[in-house]
């Protein structure tokens, strides 16, 4: 992450430990070149710095503070929820409401099953009619073909074909 990055001023005015590790870093990064990059805790980055590097020390104080703050938010929230616990549902929703907020009007859009219901049409169902010389499957009967012999519509098995058309064949 970029030095100047590294610890943006979120604490209060009184926050001693804050203002100590951002001056611990500007301490540490001190005639560092601009843009250059701290490595993450722990990473191979890190890992690959030589142990007195001021790189890897300023890495391990923003990981220090970042833990602190994150924490604290913790700390915060539990307190907040024991206190005020619609403020705190409030806050732990505000992003999903924003989110909900902005697909309300495609959703609003899209017709409920209720409406889709009322504009549907009853399909009659068509009865399955074999025609001369072309069978057809039966639908639901697996294996029961629909042939068309003598003028009537007769239900066989797949293995049964009827004299004439054997005979034809």
Known sequence: MPASSLLVSVHGPGDATALWAEAKVTDLLDGAPDGITVPSYGSPAWLAL????????AAV???AEAWRRRELEAQRLDALAETDPEAWFR???AEADRHAARLGPRLAAVPTVAELARHRRPCVPRRVAAAPGWP???PGR?????HYIDGRQVDLPACTAPRARRAAA
């Open 50 to 57: 030589p142990a007195g590097h001021p790189l890897r020390s």
């Open 61 to 63: 104080v923003t990981a």
């Open 91 to 93: 806050e732990m929703t």
């Open 136 to 138: 057809v499957r039966v």
């Open 142 to 146: 697996p294996d029961t073909w629909r």
